[in-house]
């Protein structure tokens, strides 16, 4: 068994099950300097938390903005759930979009709204126009809201500005407008990086669980270990743009991880084209 088993068997599952995600020898350049990703093959099927980890600068982030048709490939393809997200456009690409939750290391909410209107908005890409205040929203929408709101434990802070929370917190409130969307799957962009580490621990918990309930398929980038080995099932380790690792959780030995952090001067991130 290699590192990257996972990666070569991929093959042999992808016949029996129609993977969530799917990248195949996927290239991304910036310009003619950088080259974010070389070559990523990998699949991640349906209700599966996977973990991404990786040095500052190896891709997680472009990897994961692939997949919201944020950026394109310059070479290779990106297929979620049956898109071809580097061709998509206009109605497709809203769809599909529709879909993908995403929450991201700063959290991104309005401040001077509520948590309530906040996760609101994750409704947004569902209804026609823009909205002014809570009350704009329709009624199903505040009830859904609210509901991912309990659900996050944060049902008694509706009303609160959501500059006046916590971080922990609002990341918990970035979660439920992400769920309010009802997607099939959730990307988090080091959605625990700006945390202290029990908020970090009640996050991943969080994903870890509505996953689980809500049958979600997860990819999720972390800068911790232990953190990927507790509530991921599968880790895949980028290094320079390449997967280096890709393994399940349970089969992985904790020095394996060392392969995505070590020989760092013989990684080239990013690496010149
Ligand atoms: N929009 C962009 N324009 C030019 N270069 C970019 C752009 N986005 C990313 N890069 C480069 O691509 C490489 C991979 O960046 P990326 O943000 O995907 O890494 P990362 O693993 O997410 O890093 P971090 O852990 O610091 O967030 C880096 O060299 C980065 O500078």
Same mark, same amino acid.
């Given at each position: ?7 070569? !068997? ?6 029996? /099950?129609?993977?969530?995600?799917? !990248?195949? @020898? ?21 209700? @599966? ?18 997949? #919201? ?22 109605? @497709? ?6 879909? /993908?939750?995403?929450?991201? %290391? ?40 609210? @509901? %991912? ?52 621990? %009640? ?10 309930? #809500? ?11 232990? !953190? ?27 020095? %394996? ?17």
């Amino acid at each position: 068994m290699t590192d990257t088993d996972n990666g070569s !068997l991929a093959h042999s599952i992808d016949r029996i /099950v129609t993977p969530s995600i799917r !990248l195949t @020898e996927v290239v991304k350049d910036f310009g003619p300097q950088v080259r974010a990703l070389d070559g990523v093959s990998l699949s991640v099927y349906p209700s @599966e938390v996977v973990t991404l980890l990786g040095l500052s600068g190896s891709g997680k982030s472009t990897l994961l903005r692939l997949l #919201d048709g944020l950026h394109l490939p310059s070479s290779g393809s990106v297929s979620v759930l049956g898109t071809d997200v580097g061709a998509a456009r206009g109605r @497709e690409l809203r769809a599909l979009r529709r879909q /993908v939750g995403f929450v991201f %290391q700063q959290f991104h909410l309005v401040g001077s709204m509520s948590a309530l209107e906040n996760v609101c908005t994750g409704a947004l890409g569902s209804l026609r126009g823009p909205r002014f205040g809570l009350p704009t929203y329709p009624r199903t929408v505040r009830l859904a809201a609210m @509901e %991912q709101l309990d659900r996050v434990g944060l049902a008694d802070k509706a009303f609160q500005r959501a500059d006046t929370l916590s971080g922990g917190q609002q990341q918990r409130v970035a979660v439920a407008r992400a769920l309010v969307q009802k997607p099939r799957i959730l990307l988090a962009d080091e959605p625990v990086a700006s945390l202290d580490p029990e908020s970090s621990a %009640q996050v991943m918990e969080l994903i870890s669980r509505v996953a689980a309930e #809500d049958s979600l398929t997860v990819l999720c980038s972390l800068h911790q270990v232990e !953190l990927a080995l507790t509530w991921g099932h599968r880790l895949v380790g980028l290094r320079g743009g390449k997967v280096v690792l890709d393994k399940a959780v349970s089969a992985i030995d904790r020095s %394996q991880t060392m392969s995505i952090y070590s020989s760092v001067a013989a990684a080239p991130a990013p690496q010149l084209v």
